[in-house]
């Protein structure tokens, strides 16, 4: 039996809450300012400073994050610049185009939007918007450009890792050694390393790019590892962060004889 033809009504459309939701949803915005204002503060203060960044004379082998790869000892020029601000450029690009970051600079800078069911402030502005298609965030494309980059700094990150276990005597002896320094360098490239191969380009270009995974299953599993990693991306983008910072005050005071490395042997 057929049934008739009836036509419903089209459900009216409902708007979010306004003012907006209830409890505390601008602590995240907050926090989030707070935490890259003050690192991009010290980053910008380290890099100018341009001193400090080695304890090679001090007998341990530690060099900041900051100043690596240290293309300083590389060249044979004065850089008429610190050689810092030549390095922090790739991981700076990596990370200001990295899609998590992307959503909490959008969200506690521009209020774009705040946080869920918060009013923008520029609402009307997003009739106007053309995605990642215009100048400026059409740059936004290059993160899996810069991903390439910063697979450098990974590497680098694990050699001067390998580093920070030797230690030179007063005679001149280099030994194996294990300091705290050593242990800082080392969380911050384990760090550094999860939240590089955490990301969704490195996701997309391990398997992204294959139409059937039955024809590779190595692939597959190692797809499956990364995908494991990417939904605690965000987590290790503020591990990183913190870490790389801690990582280049503590060789910082170290260098300049504010404090005494911990030798455990």
């Not at 003050?38 to 080695?54: D, I």
């Not at 939007?113 to 106007?128: L, S, T």
């Not at 990417?230 to 404090?259: C, E, K, M, T």
């Amino acid at each position: 039996m057929a049934l008739p033809n009836v036509q419903r009504a089209a459900a009216p459309r409902t708007s979010l809450p306004r003012p907006g939701r209830l409890g505390a949803w601008w602590v995240e915005p907050v926090l989030v300012v707070t935490t890259l204002v003050l690192f991009s503060l010290y980053a910008t203060f380290r890099a100018l400073e341009a001193r400090y960044s080695a304890t090679y004379g001090l007998g341990s082998h530690y060099l900041s994050p900051f100043y690596s790869p240290p293309i300083q000892e590389w060249v044979p020029i004065r850089f008429p610049l610190s050689p810092a601000l030549y390095v922090l450029v790739f991981p700076l690009s990596f990370r200001a185009t990295c899609y998590f970051c992307r959503r909490s600079y959008y969200r506690a800078f521009f209020w774009d939007p705040p946080a869920c069911a918060v009013r923008e402030i520029a609402e009307a502005q997003r009739r106007k918007y053309t995605g990642e298609r215009e100048f400026p965030l059409v740059f936004q494309n290059f993160h899996r450009y810069a991903l390439y980059a910063i697979l450098v700094f990974v590497a680098f990150h694990w050699i001067h890792f390998m580093d920070a276990f030797r230690f030179t005597d007063p005679r001149g002896t280099t030994h194996f050694g294990l300091g705290l320094g050593t242990l800082v360098l080392g969380f911050d490239t384990l760090m550094l390393s999860a939240y590089v191969f955490s990301c969704h380009s490195f996701r997309h270009l391990v398997g992204g790019v294959v139409n059937r995974f039955s024809a590779s299953k190595a692939r597959h599993a190692f797809w499956s590892q990364v995908t494991f990693l990417n939904g605690r991306h965000g987590l290790f983008f503020w591990l990183s962060l913190i870490s790389v910072g801690l990582a280049d005050l503590y060789v910082r005071l170290v260098a300049s004889g504010q404090l005494h490395d911990i030798r455990f042997f």
